[in-house]
């Protein structure tokens, strides 16, 4: 996916410009994987931009990197600081924001501990991950041949870099078999989630998404989800369902902070209900798209001015 360049990157504490923000080839964490990151958006709202949720996220980037042996060298005030400070410094509104932490040089070999940790947090204009057809009249996916990495291989509940390789090899298939993403089943042939989404499934007015010991990352947005749900009067639980019951949902959607609420119109092949966002899916995706933007009070606290 594209982007466009901002003015500047901030890296171990300091603003750089965009070009200089490059890293040695001998970087651990480019040969093995061993890295955390984040992806949080920022929103404009009628009291200037707000990052959305940005402690959550931050809290999630140090227990990633401890899933991984590694001391962030900044706590997470001064992450969230270093956030609204390079949204100011690019002049950005409405933005997406990536934190990245990672083993970098000292020597070779697998073993990166008492490795130097390098962080960088980068914020550029992004728009509709799915794209914005895709919000609209939903999109379409398939269950796709990797599996999600199972949880005695890697601590898949943290956001590792290594653990992208799975998504990536999910996402490549979905793409070059026509899709617009995938769903990958866990070790259990349970569903597990999207390349980079959580699922959800609503049968008979009832929400269910797979349980946070399914192999996946239990997001912001599924939890967020989850509070909208049940404050809209949903029944909702986590509970595992297999891959016959997407077939039989009467509405699918993931949610992400870079997909947010989309609808999901056809899975296998098959029409997911009447084929278009269903009423329980729209109505979830309003009032979160409502919330991230501060228009509805009672979820105020979860957006942070940038000031
Ligand atoms: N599962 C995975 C595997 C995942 O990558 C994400 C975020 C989620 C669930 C949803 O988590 P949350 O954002 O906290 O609701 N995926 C990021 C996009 C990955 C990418 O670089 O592309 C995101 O949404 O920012």
Same mark, same amino acid.
């Given at each position: 996916?594209?982007?466009?360049?901002?003015?500047? $990157?901030?890296?171990?504490?300091?603003? $750089? &410009?965009?070009?200089? *923000?490059?890293?040695?080839?001998?970087?651990?964490?480019?040969?093995?994987?061993?890295? +955390?990151?984040?992806?949080?958006?920022?929103?404009?709202?009628?009291?200037?931009? +707000?990052?959305? #949720?940005?402690?959550?996220?931050?809290?999630?980037?140090?227990?990633? *990197?401890?899933?991984?042996?590694?001391?962030?060298?900044?706590?997470?005030?001064?992450?969230?600081? +270093?956030?609204?400070?390079?949204? #100011?410094?690019? /002049?950005?509104?409405?933005?997406?924001? @990536?934190?990245?932490?990672?083993?970098?040089?000292?020597?070779?070999?697998?073993?990166?501990?008492?490795?130097?940790?390098?962080?960088?947090?980068?914020?550029?204009?992004?728009?509709?991950?799915?794209?914005?057809? !895709?919000?609209?009249?939903?999109?379409?996916?398939?269950?796709?041949?990797?599996? #999600?990495?199972?949880?005695?291989?890697?601590?898949?509940? *943290?956001?590792?870099?290594?653990? %992208? =390789?799975?998504? +990536? =090899?999910?996402?490549?298939? *979905? /793409?070059?078999?026509?899709?617009?993403?995938?769903?990958?089943?866990?070790?259990?042939?349970?569903?597990?989630?999207?390349?980079?989404?959580? $699922?959800?499934?609503?049968?008979?007015?009832?929400?269910?998404? &797979?349980?946070?010991?399914?192999?996946?990352? &239990?997001?912001?947005?599924?939890?967020?989800?989850?509070?909208?749900?049940?404050? =809209?009067? %949903?029944?909702?639980?986590?509970?595992?369902?297999? @891959? !016959?019951?997407?077939?039989?949902?009467?509405?699918?959607?993931?949610?992400?902070?870079?997909?947010?609420?989309?609808?999901? #119109?056809?899975?296998?092949?098959?029409?997911? !209900?009447?084929?278009?966002?269903?009423?329980?899916? =729209?109505?979830?995706?309003?009032?979160?798209?409502?919330?991230?933007?501060?228009?509805?009070?009672?979820?105020?606290?979860?957006?942070?001015?940038?000031?």
């Amino acid at each position: 996916m594209a982007i466009e360049p901002s003015d500047k $990157i901030w890296k171990n504490g300091q603003l $750089i &410009p965009w070009k200089d *923000a490059t890293v040695h080839v001998l970087t651990h964490g480019l040969h093995y994987g061993t890295g +955390a990151f984040e992806g949080i958006r920022c929103y404009s709202t009628d009291k200037g931009p +707000a990052v959305f #949720r940005l402690r959550e996220h931050m809290v999630r980037l140090h227990s990633s *990197a401890k899933a991984i042996q590694m001391k962030i060298p900044y706590t997470v005030e001064q992450l969230c600081e +270093a956030t609204k400070e390079t949204i #100011r410094a690019n /002049k950005l509104g409405s933005c997406y924001i @990536r934190p990245i932490v990672f083993f970098g040089v000292s020597g070779i070999g697998v073993n990166p501990m008492g490795y130097p940790v390098e962080a960088f947090i980068v914020a550029f204009p992004f728009g509709a991950y799915l794209g914005e057809e !895709g919000m609209r009249k939903g999109i379409r996916v398939h269950t796709g041949s990797w599996h #999600r990495i199972p949880v005695g291989s890697a601590p898949a509940t *943290a956001k590792i870099c290594g653990d %992208y =390789l799975n998504s +990536a =090899l999910a996402i490549m298939e *979905a /793409k070059m078999n026509g899709f617009d993403e995938t769903i990958m089943l866990n070790d259990q042939h349970m569903v597990a989630e999207g390349s980079g989404e959580n $699922i959800f499934m609503v049968k008979d007015g009832r929400i269910m998404t &797979p349980p946070a010991n399914a192999g996946i990352l &239990p997001g912001i947005t599924r939890d967020s989800v989850m509070t909208v749900a049940k404050d =809209l009067g %949903y029944d909702v639980v986590e509970q595992n369902f297999s @891959r !016959g019951e997407l077939f039989l949902a009467d509405e699918l959607f993931f949610t992400g902070t870079a997909a947010e609420v989309t609808p999901i #119109r056809e899975v296998d092949r098959r029409q997911v !209900g009447d084929g278009v966002p269903g009423p329980v899916t =729209l109505k979830i995706q309003k009032t979160y798209l409502d919330a991230v933007k501060g228009k509805v009070p009672k979820y105020a606290s979860w957006l942070d001015p940038v000031g």
